[in-house]
């Protein structure tokens, strides 16, 4: 069965850059689909932040502008979110998930922005 | 941005009973429309792709329906693992969206 887990600090100071990663098991990232984050804010609203393909290219949702970065390390079936500048806003769980229509979830990470 | 509208936060339901909620998008996305359930402290588990097809193992009282603009996630025969909370998505175009989500609550 394919698994995803992510991982990464729980706290992160408003400035800071929140860096995150997706283990895969189970499956190869390279082999086909798109590998997203996702995250959902307080409240329960979700927020589809981006993906990067089994090919390599990303797409990034506008609303995330300039401040995000999804890249990959395909020998330990890993990717990653970078999202920079970060303020009280972007707490929230961060999920990451396989294909468009998230047929396989992550357990997620709850990342808190707070000085 | 496709907006995904739930106009109902929550419903209330009785465990044996038949409901439906729906989801309507600002435009057209043909059939690519998604389902999940969430319960409390877990990740969205997804039900339905392509508007009606179920994933294996999603069990049969789970039925999606529509296209265009107009969708339905119906549950027949509520049971009491049923109480959740439930988003649709759009698939059809970036950026991805989802629904506000509706909670089914017990009356």
């Known amino acids: 069965d394919v698994q995803l887990q992510e991982s990464g600090p729980g706290l992160v100071k408003p400035s800071q850059s929140l860096s995150l990663t997706c283990t895969v098991t189970?499956?190869?990232?390279?082999?086909?689909?798109?590998w997203n984050w996702i995250r959902q804010f307080p409240g329960n609203k979700l927020e589809w932040m981006g993906y990067?393909?089994?090919?390599?290219?990303?797409s990034y949702n506008p609303s995330l502008k300039s401040r995000i970065s999804i890249t990959r390390d395909t020998s330990k079936n890993q990717f990653f979110l970078q999202l920079n500048s970060v303020t009280t806003e972007d707490t929230a769980t961060y999920y990451c998930?396989?294909?468009?229509?998230?047929?396989?979830w992550g357990a997620g990470t709850t990342v808190t922005v707070s000085s | 941005d496709i907006v995904m509208t739930q106009s109902q936060k929550f419903m209330s339901t009785s465990v044996g009973d038949r409901v439906s909620v729906t989801c309507k998008a600002s435009?057209?996305?043909?059939?690519?429309v998604a389902w999940y359930q969430q319960k409390p402290g877990q990740s969205p588990k997804a039900l339905i792709y392509?508007?009606?097809y179920r994933y294996s193992g999603v069990p049969d009282r789970f039925t999606g329906s529509g296209s265009g603009t107009d969708f339905t996630l119906t549950i027949s025969n509520v049971q009491s693992e049923d109480l959740a909370e439930y988003f649709c998505?759009?698939?059809?175009?970036?950026?991805?969206?989802f629904g506000a989500g509706t909670k089914l609550e017990l009356k």
């Open positions: 998930a396989r294909a468009y229509y998230f047929d396989v």
């Open positions: 189970g499956y190869s990232i390279t082999s086909d689909y798109a």
């Open positions: 990067i393909s089994y090919s390599g290219s990303t």
């Open positions: 435009q057209n996305v043909g059939t690519n």
């Open positions: 392509s508007a009606s």
């Open positions: 998505q759009q698939y059809n175009s970036y950026p991805l969206t």
